[in-house]
């Protein structure tokens, strides 16, 4: 069965400290993965690809296989990275049909 | 560009009344999905519609919902004789192409709806 598991509900740091999103993934083949991030009062949107190999706000994110982990990664945090997190999962068929997690709210305390 | 528009935002409902969501996809986006997220929970795939066509509703429930993309106006996401477990945020989601080329979709705002 496919599935994303987000194990954090609430995630909190202070600010410069470094941040660790957790996600992993149930798949068979081979996964696509990306980040969603929603910040208050704004909607959900991507924030990374692990098939593009980008940093994105200096957020980055490794896919491993062995571990099947999809970690989301910040060396030091900001108070503007609070918000919602979403780890999501490209379905079989690659028709858009996304699996999310359920969801980690990061926040970055001053 | 607009970006994806949801209407109502706020839906109140009693047992057994219909409930009627709408969703206009970016401009220039054929491809709609339809994701419920319900309390405590993460967003679920419900539906996946191109103009006139549903392609993927593999995650609605067998009765009482129902999803349209006519060739012209917005989406809908209809649910008949509502109950209170309908209570949900349904957020839409469209693209230019199947998102499974890019995995991005490009969200609304969401409609949340309560049945009372």
């Known amino acids: 069965a496919q599935r994303v598991t987000q194990p954090e509900k609430l995630l909190s740091v202070f600010k410069g400290a470094p941040v660790e999103l957790k996600c992993n993934y149930s798949?068979?083949?081979?996964?696509?993965l990306f980040w969603y991030v929603q910040y208050s009062r704004q909607r959900l949107q991507l924030l990374l690809r692990?098939?593009s190999r980008e940093s994105i706000k200096g957020f980055t994110a490794d896919l491993n296989k062995g571990e099947t982990s999809f970690h989301l990664k910040k060396p030091f945090a900001q108070e503007e990275d609070s918000a919602m997190y979403y780890c999501?999962?490209?379905?079989?068929?690659?028709?858009?049909?996304?699996?999310f997690g359920q969801g980690t709210t990061l926040q970055v305390k001053p | 560009n607009a970006g994806v528009m949801q209407n109502p935002r706020h839906l109140v409902r009693r047992r057994g009344q219909e409930a009627r969501l709408r969703c206009s996809p970016m401009?220039?986006?054929?491809?709609v999905y339809w994701y419920r997220q319900l309390p405590e929970e993460g967003l679920k795939f419900m539906v996946y519609?191109?103009?006139?066509?549903?392609?993927?509703e593999s995650g609605m429930p067998k009765e009482r919902f129902s999803a349209e993309f006519p060739k012209e106006g917005p989406s809908i996401l209809r649910i008949q004789q509502v109950v209170r477990g309908d209570s949900a945020a349904y957020f839409c989601?469209?693209?230019?192409?199947?998102?499974?080329?890019?995995?991005?979709?490009?969200f609304g705002e969401g409609s949340r709806l309560t049945v009372l």
């Open positions: 989601a469209s693209s230019p192409t199947a998102a499974g080329n890019t995995g991005e979709l490009f």
């Open positions: 798949y068979s083949g081979s996964p696509e």
């Open positions: 692990h098939i």
């Open positions: 999501a999962l490209n379905s079989v068929g690659n028709t858009g049909k996304l699996i």
């Open positions: 401009k220039g986006h054929s491809h």
């Open positions: 519609l191109q103009k006139e066509n549903i392609i993927d």
